[in-house]
T-cell receptor
Framework: DTAVSQTPKYLVTQMGNDKSIKCEQN?????MYWYKQDSKKFLKIMFS???????INETVPNRFSPKSPDKAHLNLHINSLELGDSAVYFC??????????FGNGTRLTVT | KNQVEQSPQSLIILEGKNCTLQ??????????LRWYKQDTGRGPVSLTI?????NTKSNGRYTATLDADTKQSSLHITASQLSDSASYIC????????????FGAGTRLFVKA
């Protein structure tokens, strides 16, 4: 009965490949997010999405794209992976006034 | 520029001792401030949330304070336990459109037996 689940937990791939990370939430939240946690441990928002609006952090390369098949899912697609994309990616969900609920992260390693 | 700075960067304490973590922010206009606990290999979990009018909020052995005038917050942990070893992240939300949530880099707490 995990609230926010993301898969895979670990992802190792080579430069230039295309990969996806899946995220699902069963909390009924209307907004989902993707965050990137770099080696300095800062969590930086990449996307915010609800059924009305997608907000993209302008610093995120367009190689990254979120896809939401329905309200409970927000997947992250990454094209032409680069070494600098190596990080831990967290999916989260929430409502306007509630704390964010995070998944346990996907550690992406690009070689 | 909206920023959240936390101190210390890391902290080692003995089991049973108390400790206080600090958070200074320049986010404006202020909406709310949250403290999260992040265990190694896990996602952050919310501990407390405070709005402008709240000065203190407790969650078990965790007590958060907020001074909206000086834009400072602290998280006090009482009678620490080994399971308190984690990163503690201060998160401040602004009341404007776009990306409203700014995360601090966290304080890494190590509790030793």
């Amino acid at each position: 009965d995990t609230a926010v689940s993301q898969t895979p937990k670990y992802l190792v791939t080579q430069m230039g490949n295309d990969k996806s990370i899946k995220c699902e939430q069963n909390l009924g939240h209307d907004t989902m997010y993707w965050y990137k946690q770099d080696s300095k441990k800062f969590l930086k928002i990449m996307f915010s999405y609800n059924n009305k609006e997608l907000i993209i952090n302008e610093t995120v390369p367009n190689r990254f794209s979120p896809k939401s098949p329905d309200k409970a899912h927000l997947n992250l697609h990454i094209n032409s992976l680069e070494l600098g994309d190596s990080a831990v990616y967290f999916c989260a969900s929430g409502t306007v006034d509630s704390p964010l609920h995070f998944g346990n992260g996907t550690r992406l390693t690009v070689t | 520029k909206n920023q959240v700075e936390q101190s210390p960067q890391s902290l080692i304490i003995l089991e049973g001792k108390n400790c206080t973590l600090q958070c200074n922010y320049t986010v404006s206009p202020f909406s709310n401030l949250r403290w999260y606990k992040q265990d190694t290999g896990r996602g952050p979990v919310s501990l407390t949330i405070m709005t402008f009018s709240e000065n203190t909020k407790s969650n078990g052995r965790y007590t958060a304070t907020l001074d909206a005038d000086t834009k400072q917050s602290s998280l006090h942990i009482t009678a620490s336990q080994l399971s308190d070893s984690a990163s503690y992240i201060c998160v401040v939300s602004a009341g404007t459109g776009g990306f409203k949530t700014i995360f601090g880099a966290g304080t890494r707490l190590f509790v030793k037996a």
